[in-house]
């Protein structure tokens, strides 16, 4: 079809809009439409492939995203667990201790970011004295809190 265009005539006091009818304008309008349904179809066609990698467990790095981490075996996570209970301190009586960590992820930015998730139970050292995972022991085997520490090691 023909489409509607603008011609502007101006006349002593104002302007008037008359629609014009043009096949070239037509042709150009009905061009941009083709190339807005071929850029929606693309657009699909890589979200479907994006949701069918992720379904099928397929690893996609992201430039600076948080990456999980296999917690079996890794010391360092329970350690930096450990630290982050140390620096908490406000409000207790009593360090808590880490009992489990529960889960991992990291990411690399400007050194090393990690996010960590762990299971606290209260511990046996009071905040007044040192904190050393080796001497502060659970009080109980209840498990007080799950927590998330993020450490930065730059």
């Known amino acids: 079809g023909a489409a509607v265009g603008e011609a502007t005539t101006s006349a002593t006091a104002s302007t008037v809009r008359t629609p014009v009818y043009s096949p070239a304008a037509a042709h150009t309008l009905a061009s941009i439409a083709e190339r807005k349904q071929a850029m929606a179809s693309s657009f699909l066609l890589a979200a479907m492939l994006v949701a069918a990698f992720m379904r099928c467990g397929a690893y996609i790095t992201v430039p600076s995203g948080w990456r999980n981490e296999s917690v079996d075996g890794n010391e360092i996570y329970t ?3 450990h630290f982050a209970v ?3 301190v406000g409000g207790r009586e009593f360090f808590d201790t880490v ?3 529960t889960d991992v992820e990291s990411q690399v930015v400007f050194g090393m970011n990690y996010r960590i ?7 046996t050292c009071r905040v007044t004295e040192t904190y050393t995972k080796e001497q502060c022991l659970p009080k109980t085997e209840d498990i007080k809190d799950t ?3 993020e450490i930065y090691d730059v």
């Not at 998730?117 to 511990?123: D, L």
């Open 79 to 81: 350690q930096l667990a």
């Open 86 to 88: 140390s620096k908490q």
């Open 99 to 101: 009992v489990e960590v």
């Open 147 to 149: 927590c998330t520490a």
């Open 117 to 123: 998730t762990f299971k606290i139970a209260e511990s």
